[in-house]
């Protein structure tokens, strides 16, 4: 009995101590409340501005071989932040610029091929092939992501066709140059 008695008596003690302790991390705040004015406040929760994220997301992945890879995220206002990854001639991380016009146009093509029908994914299933991805911020401000390795459709394949020419020339891909 007394040992019964002693261990209630040590484990109330013990959390007594390590209560109070513990407390000061959890996560309270004191909020004050303020009484209703007459004017009418309409506060909104700050979203990240539209011109602070990519429109536009054009990635190359490798293969076995010398595939170029390399991945763009271009702006509305025509920033791209590049980086690239194997076998072309700028590696790494770069700040790159195109006019806001050919950004318009992209996007502008995007919706005359229907992006917006396009497969989630063309492939034949082989891992060898390198693949491209384009990912497309829609009006509605969700993301369209479309992965083409091989057995895409007609449309799909000249869509991807021009974006790989218009970024292959900025990232100077084949000898190209800026």
Known sequence: MRLLSLLLLLGFFSFSFVLPANAQYAPTKKVKVKKASKKTVTTTKAATPTAARPVLTFERTPCYGFCPAYIMEVYADGRVAYEGRHSVPMMGKHELKMPAAAVADMLRQAREARFETFEKNYSS???????????????????????????????????FTYLTTQFDQLAQVNGLEK
């Open 125 to 159: 299933g082989a891992t060898d092939l390198p693949s491209t991805i384009v990912t497309i911020r829609q009006p509605d401000g969700t993301l369209k992501k479309v992965t083409v390795e091989a057995n895409a459709p007609e449309n799909v394949k000249s869509y």
